[in-house]
């Protein structure tokens, strides 16, 4: 069984920093795209950023320049280090990772269970 188990969230002032954190674990036999979403009240979930296993980045056009998306593969862990946060930027931030395991095969994409980010003015 997967689990992708999410870290980081919180409260912080504009022009602020966090760092969310994911790690995943399970029998995963291999992990290709790791990425970030979030989904604020009343909105739909969007794409933050995303990495592939060979470090290829995207973001979206709201936080390019203020936020990095990077990976430990030996950790299975995916990093979101945002800067100058905007009260915009509140939202449930949701860890995504395609994957295969040993024992259900895949790659299939798995989510975290969400991390509450909070910006205030």
């Known amino acids: 069984q997967v689990q992708l188990v999410e870290s980081g969230g919180g409260l912080v002032q504009a022009g602020g920093s966090l760092r969310l954190s994911c790690a995943a674990s399970g029998n995963i036999f291999t992990i290709n795209a790791m990425g970030w979403y979030r989904q604020a009240p009343g909105k739909q979930r969007e794409l933050v950023a995303t990495?592939?296993?060979?470090?290829?980045?995207n973001y979206a056009d709201s936080v390019k320049g203020r936020f990095t998306i990077s990976r430990d593969n030996a950790k299975n862990t995916v990093y979101l280090q945002m800067t100058s946060l905007k009260p915009e930027d509140t939202a449930v931030y949701y860890c995504n990772c395609n994957l295969a395991t040993y024992l259900l095969g895949g790659p299939k994409d798995y989510w975290g269970q969400g991390t509450q980010v909070t910006v205030s003015s």
């Open positions: 990495i592939t296993s060979g470090g290829r980045t």
